[in-house]
């Protein structure tokens, strides 16, 4: 599995964030060569640039995140609302958009958007996020169903309690309440590494993999089932 990725140009966004820095070392080690774009891609035309700077793409992970605001549902401002969106949805035709045209003309193509298992279980003050992150399965959905008689394949990972910089550092794991909330919620009672969700990525990259279509995967320990 992944031998299919050497000499592939795989696009990872937010490459120093999120699970950024697992996946890029993750591709590497199978012979792909990463381009690692450390920039958020909220502003209009940034997703556009970076698809045009990177030239030939034959993969993109979209690694899009904020860190989760929590915020009850009569408090949620016009500001975060959009803040969430246009940092972790607007990306997405963006980045599409300018990405496609050029998977289509080679008749081949892989897109793994990093997600979230907050939008698939109902928790209270995260409304603003779990929006934001359904939104993005929901275009998954459709846009997967749509190129994939092109031989392209669009899906996306819904993590929760993956080791990883921006939701979960060390000060939050060192945390009892944290310990407990993970005996208590995640059947595994442990968070997954990073390599272990860079995995699940390289298998859904790789050419050996190629039956999926505009899924979204829990990967959370059993915390969705």
Not at 121 to 131: D, E, F
Request: glycine fraction near 8%.
């Amino acid at each position: 599995m992944g031998d299919s990725l050497a000499g592939k140009r795989v696009l990872i966004t937010q490459s120093e964030e999120f699970m950024g820095p697992a996946l890029c070392k993750g591709f590497a080690a199978y012979g792909a060569e990463v381009i690692a774009a450390p920039e958020t891609l909220a502003e209009p035309g940034a997703a556009e640039a970076l698809v045009e700077r990177s030239g030939r793409v034959d993969v993109l992970i979209a690694n899009l995140a904020i860190p989760a605001p929590r915020t009850a549902i009569v408090d949620v401002t016009e500001e975060e609302w959009r803040h969430a969106f246009s940092h972790l949805v607007d990306p997405l035709p963006r980045l599409f958009r300018a990405l496609l045209p050029q998977m289509l003309d080679r008749g081949e193509g892989k897109i793994v958007v990093m997600g979230s298992a907050s939008a698939l279980r109902g928790m209270p003050k995260v409304t603003t996020y779990s929006a934001a992150r359904g939104a993005q399965i929901a275009y998954v959905r459709a846009a997967g169903a749509e190129v994939a008689a092109e031989n392209i394949q669009i899906n996306l990972i819904a993590q929760n309690f993956v080791d990883n910089p921006t939701y979960f550092p060390p000060e939050v794991q060192e945390l009892d309440a944290f310990q407990r909330r993970l005996r208590n919620e995640v059947p595994l009672g442990r968070l997954a590494t990073p390599e272990e969700d860079a995995q699940f990525a390289v298998f859904l990259a790789s050419s050996e993999v190629n039956f999926f279509v505009g899924q979204s995967f829990a990967f959370s320990g059993g915390w969705v089932t």
